[in-house]
């Protein structure tokens, strides 16, 4: 059966039975986990047992996780600690090969110890630029500089890969200009599409290389662009993005409950709205009852290429926890990230 179209969270460490009953639903086709959801990584990897159990054996859903590494790492006991990546910009600009080798490092242990208790993927890395004004992207974003960012990102990705994980570049086409958080406002990027092409290179450059898999637009309206929100734009998407930009992977809709998302209306109308716009998938997050709204109203319609696109998402086969950590390579990694964190 092909992958639904709403990715939504869920409550606690364990399934309640109203999850029991929105896991089957045909069109929730993801899961995204949150810090409140962990206790061990035993117990999270139960939980992603029963999550694709609860769901069928005959269906798909993805799983995934926001786990980039400093302020956004949501599994920490048990977990190496990953440095923000802003840390392996500054390596870069005294040692480029050394800091590439360890973004592609930072990437295979962050994809490695999330693979290895059975979620499929984490929404990383960042490619937005950091202009030194956008507190909610800061120290998440590699660098300031488009050239540097492709390298190190490209280099992360590569890592991320050998474990057996699919990548996502957020936040198309870049947030880090803005100062408003888009969890709380809605941001207004002022600048045309000739300033605007800088922080397009890294998905440009990126997308070419074949090294990325999905990408998640940004809740900033480029007023000069289009008048909605990126994440509910056809310029930006279909015209920009794949036409433009050549894009052939996942689109996802970034949390449908930012106050940034708020511009497309109801919660219904806001999936409607951004599937419509050419995303694949629609998250919805911390917010239950918009959840509901959404699988009870909407009109989750998507082409048969967007379905197929999703499965590329799927982790590949990987190791188990105690395989992995009994390794020398992931020992070497740990070390080798630890020092930058």
């Known amino acids: 059966m092909a992958i639904g179209a709403l990715m939504l969270d869920l409550e606690g460490v364990d399934l309640t039975p109203e999850e029991h009953e929105l896991l089957q639903h045909p069109q929730v086709g993801g899961v995204i986990f949150f810090t409140r959801n962990y ?23 993805l799983l995934a996780v926001d786990h980039e590494g400093g302020r ?6 048990e977990f190496t600690r990953l440095p923000p990546v802003a ?22 242990l962050m994809a490695a110890e999330v693979r290895a208790i059975g979620i499929d993927f984490s929404f990383a890395p960042v490619l937005d630029l950091d202009y030194g004004h956008s507190s909610v992207i800061g120290d998440r974003a590699f660098h300031h500089d488009p050239t540097s960012v492709i390298r190190l ?49 890294p998905f440009r450059e990126l997308a070419q290389q074949g090294l990325l898999d999905a990408v998640m637009p940004a809740h900033v309206i480029y007023q000069q662009v289009d008048s909605q929100p990126a994440g509910f734009s056809p ?25 940034g998302a708020s511009f497309a209306g109801s919660y219904a109308d806001r999936a409607e709205t951004a599937l419509a ?19 009870d109203r909407a009109r989750l319609e998507r082409p048969a290429a967007s379905r197929q696109r999703l499965e590329r998402m799927r982790g590949q086969p990987f190791m188990n926890r105690s395989a992995l950590l009994a390794q020398e390579y992931w020992q070497q990694a740990a070390t080798q990230v630890s020092q930058l964190a």
């Open 39 to 61: 206790q061990s990584a035993s117990q999270m990897t139960s939980l992603c047992q029963s999550v694709r159990q609860t769901a069928g054996k005959d269906r798909d859903i």
């Open 235 to 259: 310029i930006w998407i279909r015209d920009i993005l794949r036409a433009e930009l050549g894009f052939e992977g996942v689109i996802f809709s970034d949390d449908l409950n930012m106050e």
């Open 87 to 108: 840390r392996l910009g500054r390596q870069y600009d005294t040692d480029p090969e050394k800091a590439c080798d360890a973004a592609f490092h930072a990437g295979w």
């Open 72 to 77: 956004v790492q949501r599994f920490r006991p």
């Open 277 to 295: 716009a050419g995303c694949d998938m629609a998250l919805l997050c911390n917010n239950r009852a918009g959840a509901i709204e959404v699988l």
């Open 153 to 201: 990102a490209g280099a992360y990705i590569r890592g991320m890969h050998h474990a057996g994980m699919a990548a996502t570049g957020k936040h198309f086409p870049g947030h880090g200009w803005v100062s408003v958080d888009s969890h709380l406002g809605i941001p207004h990027d002022e600048r045309n599409r000739t300033e605007i092409a800088r922080d397009l290179m």
